[in-house]
């Protein structure tokens, strides 16, 4: 029995559908993975590279540019994880996404993915032009396709996550009609390469000898293989950066200093340096090695520098 006057509370247990309903938009934001968007940003890449962010109308173009991308990636996160739920819930570390912890409903996940997969190109159609939807339509396509498929066939995986990376690079020249040189697109395609294979070594040396790997091709590839992937795919681009940067043949103009070929340095710089983490099996997290470590801060800034003296011509 209970004492007069005592408040009686109700046992712990499942969440009500009003509170389930309220968490709804948190549990599809992290499903679309907040963290991830910061690869959106490659969208400025050719108008940086054409000289071209000077401009109040770029800039907002190139904003809206990101938030088209950005939908389009986080549709497919969304459809991903409804896709992978039960998948998900065995594994040590993806068991507590939002849809796989049951705290986004796998119907809601596909339905917010579908209407995201839709209206980013359509958006693209109606503010940019008939490219940069193309362009956005083949990357929800291509990526939607890698996660049926695709993420299961040897080295297609590895072209598939580069292709990603290269489309966010040119979709920002495509939507500003800025021409895409050949050593801007070798340069972009080959240094995403060489992260998205950094990524894979790094994730097959963490899982060596633990018998279960967290990507099902983990145990087809060989870390030699890899290695040689990112080692070959970090010299190309390096050479291509080279190529492009001297093609100019010197200093132009009225400029001090031949900028552009002084920038060959940090970047060269920029890539001996992660591939110290990828070296030492510690590049599994792109985002994470880009954004804390502090040398490679210092010198992506001082190529920032280099290359806005080279644009600015001065």
């Known amino acids: 029995m209970t004492e007069p006057g005592a408040v009686l509370l109700d046992p712990p247990g ?10 709804l938009p948190g549990g599809l934001v992290r499903t679309a993975r907040p963290r991830q968007w910061i690869k959106n940003v490659l969208v400025v890449a050719a108008p940086a590279a054409a000289g071209r962010l000077t401009s109040e109308h770029v800039l ?102 580069t ?32 992260m998205v294979s950094a990524k894979r070594y790094s994730e097959a040396v963490q899982m060596e000898g633990r018998g279960a790997a967290t990507r099902s091709l983990l145990d087809a590839y060989t870390t030699g293989y890899l290695r040689f992937v990112w080692q070959l795919a970090a010299g190309v681009a390096v050479l291509a950066y080279c190529m492009w940067a001297l093609e100019s043949g010197g200093m132009s103009g009225g400029s001090l200093l031949p900028w552009r070929q002084l920038s060959m340095v940090p970047f060269i710089g920029a890539i001996l340096r992660y591939a110290v983490f990828a070296d030492r099996g510690s590049a599994g997290a792109p985002e994470h090695v880009v954004l804390h470590d502090r040398a490679l801060a210092v010198i992506g800034l001082v190529w920032i520098a280099l290359y806005a003296l080279a644009v600015a011509d001065l």
């Open 14 to 23: 499942p969440a009500s559908p009003i509170r389930r309903l309220l968490a």
């Open 60 to 161: 907002t173009q190139l904003t809206l540019v990101f938030a088209l991308f950005t939908a389009a990636a986080s549709a497919v996160y969304l459809i991903n994880d409804a896709r992978d739920a039960e998948a998900d819930r065995a594994h040590p570390d993806k068991c507590h996404r939002p849809v796989a912890a049951g705290r986004v409903p796998v119907t809601a996940a596909y339905a917010a993915g579908a209407v995201l997969a839709v209206l980013a190109p359509l958006g693209a159609a109606l503010t940019c032009n008939a490219m940069t939807a193309a362009l956005l339509t083949g990357y929800v396509v291509m990526q939607l396709a890698y996660c049926v498929k695709l993420k299961h066939v040897l080295v297609v995986d590895l072209v598939v996550v």
């Open 163 to 194: 292709a990603g990376f290269l489309m966010r690079a040119m979709t920002g020249g495509v939507a500003l009609g800025i021409p895409l040189s050949r050593w801007f697109l070798i340069t972009a395609g080959f240094g995403a390469l060489f």
